[in-house]
């Protein structure tokens, strides 16, 4: 079945690192590929997506490329700030687009 | 726009207790809908969906219910709470045949 891995965390950096949060997925077809952000107490937010490979989404100083020679949508950002402390979901679309599968999310926390 | 509620925000239930959460969508026709739950520290789980009025798929056997009595209102129950049934719930809605999927703020549900 279909299957999304993202790196486990917690992740710890200080203000201004550049941050790189690792997803590579397993899926019938070619995906849609999503990353969502969490926020305490909160639902998730939609950050960025991509629909076909070498798409690169963007929001808020956020990246991620859909490559898919090496089935991997990883997150980055040159230069994180505090208010990135966040929990974020990594996430592939089924073959019918019914269905998102989700990584299990990667805790960020920022440091000033 | 689109914009999709859930209530309550909380709620702290006994263990034996019936529960019902709703999710109304407003601004969209025919979306389909989503039931996900989140353990304390956890990723997603998928509980149901349902991509039209009546029809709900079922991802996780359990103690819980959805019902999708009109187009944009969709209802988890459960006749009998268990204590395993803490968690934060999450309603999602997205468009037919189209992802992503955008998100409630969700219920943080507490059984004493």
């Known amino acids: 079945g279909d299957s999304v891995t993202q790196m486990e965390g917690p992740v710890t950096l200080s203000e201004e690192a550049f941050l790189t949060i690792n997803c590579t997925y397993t899926a019938t077809g070619y995906p849609s590929l999503f990353w969502y952000v969490q926020y305490p107490g909160e639902g998730l937010q939609l950050l960025l997506k991509a629909t076909k490979a070498d798409d690169k989404g963007s929001n808020k100083g956020f990246e991620a490329t859909y490559r898919k020679e090496t089935t991997s949508f990883h997150l980055e950002k040159g230069s994180v700030q505090v208010s990135d402390s966040a929990v974020y979901f990594c996430?592939?679309?089924?073959?019918?687009?019914?269905?998102?599968?989700f990584g299990t999310g990667t805790r960020l926390t920022i440091i000033p | 726009s689109q914009t999709i509620h859930q209530w309550p925000a909380t709620l702290v239930q006994p263990v034996g207790s019936p529960l019902s959460l709703e999710c109304t969508v407003e601004g969209t026709s025919n979306p389909n809908l989503y039931w996900y739950r989140q353990a304390a520290g956890r990723g997603l789980q998928l509980l149901f969906y349902s991509v039209g009025i009546g029809q709900i798929s079922s991802e996780v056997p359990q103690n819980l219910s959805a019902s999708r009595p009109q187009d944009r209102q969709f209802i988890l129950s459960s006749k009998k709470l268990l204590l395993s049934d803490s968690g934060f719930y999450l309603c999602?809605?997205?468009?037919?045949?189209?992802?992503?999927?955008?998100f409630g703020d969700g219920t943080r549900l507490s059984i004493l």
């Open positions: 999602a809605w997205s468009r037919i045949g189209d992802q992503p999927q955008h």
């Open positions: 996430a592939a679309s089924n073959f019918g687009n019914e269905k998102l599968t």
